[in-house]
């Protein structure tokens, strides 16, 4: 007799075949078939392999792994883009007279880009070696950017991108990262203007010492 076709197998081992063609099959097999009777214990393990599969998950970090490298692969830079120019460096303010150091967790940094300001306060966390980004994207003017989509992305020295966030109704975002050097960022007001923002030292320690202020009496 003629053996059974491959699809005949995966409905009998599913069991969504024929009644009257697993009626068949059952019959061969019973004849001990020398080559069917291998062939249906080869689908039946196919079967329970596959039904099993869906219980098994992958480890948080292997999937964390796959979706940046996915996002690097598919994410790119539109062209033409502006650079901005900073205007504003919390670091570069001179301490207060009469204080002899200071330490700061966090660091404003502001960006001009032809009449787009983007507005960076940046809070390092020494523990967790952590640092959150929070800003606002607005018009020179004061004016919110809304309507307009704003899409935020973080990027390393070599273009690859560590986070990415869209910007509310008034322009603010935040961004949470792994400290590091050498980050930029960019900001796409969507149909209107490109920014890109200079690489910094993101992660510099932003404590300050400066000597006595002789005039102060200290």
């Not at 570069?92 to 502001?110: C, I, T, Y």
């Amino acid at each position: 007799m003629e053996h059974f076709s491959e699809q005949v197998w995966a409905d009998y081992v599913r069991g969504i075949g024929q009644p009257k063609m697993s009626l068949e099959i059952e019959t061969h097999l019973a004849t001990g078939c020398p080559d069917c009777t291998p062939v249906c214990g080869m689908w039946k393990r196919v079967y329970s392999i596959a039904t099993s599969d869906a219980s098994f998950a992958p480890p948080d970090d292997v999937v964390r792994v796959v979706k940046q490298e996915m996002a690097a692969r598919q994410l790119a830079e539109p062209s033409p883009w502006t650079l901005a120019r900073l205007v504003f460096d919390s670091l570069n303010e001179p301490l207060a007279a009469g204080v002899r150091s200071g330490a700061f967790d966090a660091r404003q940094l502001m960006f001009d880009a032809e009449g787009t300001m983007v507005d960076l306060v940046l809070d390092t966390r020494p523990q967790s070696q952590m640092i959150t980004l929070v800003g606002q994207v607005v018009d020179k003017h004061g004016a919110k950017v809304a309507p307009r989509q704003v899409r935020v992305v973080l990027w390393t020295e070599t273009s690859q991108p560590v986070a990415e966030v869209s910007a509310n109704e008034f322009g603010e975002f935040q961004l949470e990262f792994p400290a590091q050097d050498r980050l930029r960022l960019s900001v796409e007001i969507v149909g209107y203007k490109y920014i890109r923002i200079p690489p910094l030292n993101l992660t510099s320690n932003v404590t300050r010492s400066v000597t006595e202020d002789r005039k102060s009496g200290y």
